[in-house]
Each structure stands twice: as structure tokens, then as C-alpha cells.
């Protein structure tokens, strides 16, 4: 039989993970299937639990059901329970697993596809909610030279720093020391069309400001080249951590920059 695969979510209609993994069976190969399914808000558990009984095989979830997958599993990776959030189920006989793939994606985007080294960088990652906090592990595990958290609220930022520990750095918007080698913004500003209230001096010519927003030339990417900084959207975070979870799944890594170049065009 086919193996199924789903894409949880609402909004769900919106997303490109279908074409992602869609791409990625046909270049391995892959007898399997992938849907996208809109899950009541209220429903989640239940929407899971009726895909497992028509044969699920494994899911992906996105906003805004990634803290109750983490609840819902039923074992946890490493990396998951230091995000505090699962976007990738696997089911099994012995239950469902739960994991985390959003960082090792940022992480992957960053150094194979921009070629833009880690390691003794200074790292600004704005923003301390979902999005931050399940990438700040992967960060760290590239040794960058210092990792700053700013966010609109320092408290949630020194949350995070004392949660992570290994030197992470909280403070506000305006608190910035910049210039930072590295800009990661995963702030949800740019949903809205807005920029956090950021320095110009955050931003140099050898600065790379990295939205995880995509689809979209967004406010904060506007303004970071307008201070000399390179950009990059997240469109290659989304297919890498696609790519991730479908490794756990399928025991087989695709190539993700033809599916890159060609959501690009």
C-alpha cells in the first residue's frame, strides 16, 4: 500500500509542503502520498487520531497546533523537548514520536545553500516565542562567537537565555550591540507588514539579515538592505526542515536545491 503523509494546519491552504515532499518522493523514488488538512482549532487530537486509523504514516504540523503535537507524543527527540514544540509525528507500534526540524532547516539553509558560516559569529535572533526558541539549540551547536535574543518584551528574552544557558544573551529592542554578522528575524512582525524597532547600526555591509518569513520582500528585509546588509527569505528553511522530516520518515535524504530553485520560479 501507498504510505500516507499529511501536512497539519489552520490556515492550511496556503501551504507548499505538499509540493515539497511531492518533489522529494519522485526524486527518491518514495511510494507515498502527502495532503494538507485542515484541522478544527479545537480538533487536533481527534484529526491525528483519524489519520492513524486510515493508515497515517507520519505528519508534519505547523501554526497553531505545534505545542499540542509535543503534548500528543507520546516520545520526544532531544531537539523537540528543547523547543517545547514538535512540527514532525511519526507513527509507529509504539506510539507517536515527536520531533523538531525547524532548526537543523534555518541551520542548513544558512550554511549549505548561502554558504554563510556560523561558527564564531555574532548571532541576533529577535524575537523570543515559538519560532525563536526552537532554533536557538541548532545555533548554539555551530559555536557562533556570541548569540543574542532581543525581543519587545526582555523578560520572555531572558526566559530563553536562562533556559539555554552556554552564554545567550537577552535584552530589548533598543538594546542592541550591534553590528551582528548574522540578523535572524522570527519576530511575527512581518505577518503584519511591520518592522521591529531595530538600530541601523544592527546592520553592516558584511551582515546577513535573514527573514524566516517568505513569499514576501518584508519590511525587515527592506531595511536591512537599505543599511547595507545581504538578505535572504525562509523560503529554503521551509524545504530544508521538509527534507529533514522526510529523512526520519523515509530513511533517505532528497536534494533540496532543485526544489528551492524551483519554488523560486
Known sequence: MTDRYAVFGHPIAHSKSPLIHAAFSRQTGQDMTYEAILAPLDGFADSIAAFIAMGGRGANVTVPFKEEAFRLASRLSTRAQRAGAVNTLTFDVDGIAGDNTDGAG?????????????????????????AARGVIEPLLDQQPAALVIANR???RAQELAGLFGRGVIACGFDDTDGPFDVVINATAASLAGELPPLSPATFTTGTLAYDMMYGRDTPFLTFARAHGAA??????????????AFTLWRGIRPDTASVIASLRT
Open 231 to 244: 538578505t535572504a527569505d525562509g523560503l529554503g528553511m521551509l524545504v530544508e526542515q521538509a527534507a529533514e
Open 106 to 130: 534555518l541551520v542548513a539553509d544558512l550554511t549549505r545553500n548561502l554558504h554563510c558560516a556560523l561558527a564564531d559569529r555574532r548571532i541576533l535572533l529577535l524575537g523570543a516565542g515559538g
Open 153 to 155: 518584551t526582555v523578560g
